[in-house]
């Protein structure tokens, strides 16, 4: 790759802003990538900044799955429940069918949401 303003020049790098292949001359070395000289300098470290503090605030992957799972399971568990109640009331009203297809509509999501759950407890760290 060349540089992006001196086309006879080899790049040492890209811009953390604006992505251009730098030469030695053109480029700026900030403490975690290089910008244009003059040019990108507040926007690379505003890039760098913005990335550093997106990994501070992110939470713990293993803990997000943990949540995850517990909330599928939950709400899975509620659907099912839901889906049963529908399902009696539906039949025991034989003129209440939307009820019984409510009640089986919500039995199949809850299954759905606890075979989620039941997947991330398996592929995620505990």
Not at 19 to 46: F, H, P, S, T, W
Not at 47 to 69: C, G, W, Y
Request: glycine share 8%.
């Amino acid at each position: 790759m060349h540089c992006f303003y001196h086309d006879e020049r080899e790049a040492v790098g890209t811009c953390k802003s604006c992505c251009k292949g730098l030469c030695r001359e053109c480029a700026v070395e900030l403490n975690k990538g290089l910008a244009c000289r003059g040019r990108c300098e507040a926007d690379a470290q505003a890039v760098i900044e913005l990335i550093d503090r997106n990994i501070k605030l992110s939470p713990n992957t293993a803990q997000l799955l943990k949540s995850s799972r517990g909330a599928r399971t939950g709400n899975g568990l509620f659907c099912l429940a839901m889906g049963v109640v529908f399902l009696i009331w539906g039949v025991r009203d034989e003129r209440l069918t939307l009820l019984c297809v409510m009640g089986i509509a919500f039995i199949i999501y809850s299954l759905y949401l606890l075979f989620l759950a039941r997947k991330i407890a398996k592929s995620g760290p505990s």
